[in-house]
């Protein structure tokens, strides 16, 4: 694999920026992404792949890559529109994509509408509470960290996304009523800064939590979709909303080691277990790809119509 080479693509309302580290290899390439986190999260990972191509990039209003409004929401359906668009720039067929958090949302969206582009899907802890058998309550404390970012700024917002995203279980009717956090709890800044064009809190906290995937088209897809959850994360709103979407398409997800960023290494100073991590992504692309191997000598072999044997 070669170091990164960056590139942009000018999206309607947007420029994204990505970045391709190229390996000769006859594998799909390999697209990493996240949602609202960019391509600098996916370093470690990355690095644990450099037997094939892998892309990363930054999501629309993410670091690198400019919207043409900073503080507009941003959708699944307009990520999705953007990977389509990425993935029809880089020309190399059918790719293997793994999706975490946000980006696993968007995911599910981009396969739902051009579901040719993947051949498999790993989706890691979609936080779709739109979904959850407590939608309701689960619906409420996600907006609930939108409306307290906008009321009281950055640190407050983010204190109140860390409590709802740690939290156990079932959302209560009354979760999103109850007193938001001290954000130094979560070693928060308490002043506001002013700022509101924040790409989680401000941009997609609301969209992304509130989708409904299409499972219609998702289940008529021919891409390999596969729902994983971090063992560290269960009970927690996207752990939950990843088993909701497996049984919806009559699948059972796949155990990841370590949690919701169990991928990372140093990049944000807090690592989860990306050795382990990256070992079972591997085996969950090889499984697929064999799978897929095992499917396509299955059709070649059958008799044609009007045939014998």
């Known amino acids: 694999m070669t170091e990164p080479t960056t590139r942009t693509l000018d999206v309607p309302g947007a420029t994204l920026t990505y970045d391709v580290r190229t390996a000769d290899s006859p594998a799909p390439v390999l697209l990493l992404i996240g949602s609202p986190m960019g391509a600098g999260g996916f370093v470690t990972l990355a690095g644990h792949f450099t037997d094939r191509t892998v892309v990363t990039y930054d999501p629309r209003g993410v670091e690198r890559s400019a919207k043409a409004d900073p503080a507009s929401p941003s959708t699944p359906e307009e990520h999705a529109d953007d990977l389509h668009r990425l993935i029809a720039e880089l020309d190399a067929g059918p790719i293997d994509l793994f999706a975490s958090s946000g980006g696993a949302v968007n995911a599910l969206a981009l396969v739902a509408r051009h579901p040719e582009q993947v051949r498999t899907l790993v989706a ?25 970012y906008q009321r009281s700024g950055f640190g407050a917002g983010m204190a109140q996304f ?41 941009q997609n906290i609301v969209s992304l939590t509130h989708f409904q995937p299409d499972f219609e088209a998702l289940r008529a897809a021919p891409t390999r979709i596969v729902l994983a959850a971090g063992v560290e994360s269960e009970g927690q709103l996207a752990s939950r909303a990843a088993f909701e979407v497996a049984e919806r398409l009559h ?26 991590f990256a070992a079972k992504l591997r085996q969950v692309l090889t499984e697929a790809s064999a799978s897929a191997r095992t499917t396509t000598h299955s059709t070649s072999c059958r008799p044609r119509a009007g045939t014998s044997r």
Not at 125 to 141: F, K, M, N, Q, V
Not at 170 to 177: K, R, S, T
């Open 124 to 148: 890691h802890e979609p936080p779709l509470a739109s979904i959850l058998p407590d939608r309701e309550g689960a619906l409420a404390a996600s907006r609930a960290v939108h409306d307290t």
């Open 162 to 202: 860390i409590a709802v995203v740690s939290h156990q279980g079932p959302f209560g009717p009354d979760y999103a009523n109850q007193p938001a956090p001290d954000p130094a709890m979560f070693g928060q800044p308490s002043e506001d800064d002013g700022n509101r064009s924040d790409p989680l809190l401000g």
């Open 251 to 276: 699948t059972t997800p796949v155990s990841f080691p370590s949690g919701h960023a169990g991928f990372l290494g140093d990049e944000y100073g807090q690592p989860g277990d990306p050795d382990g």
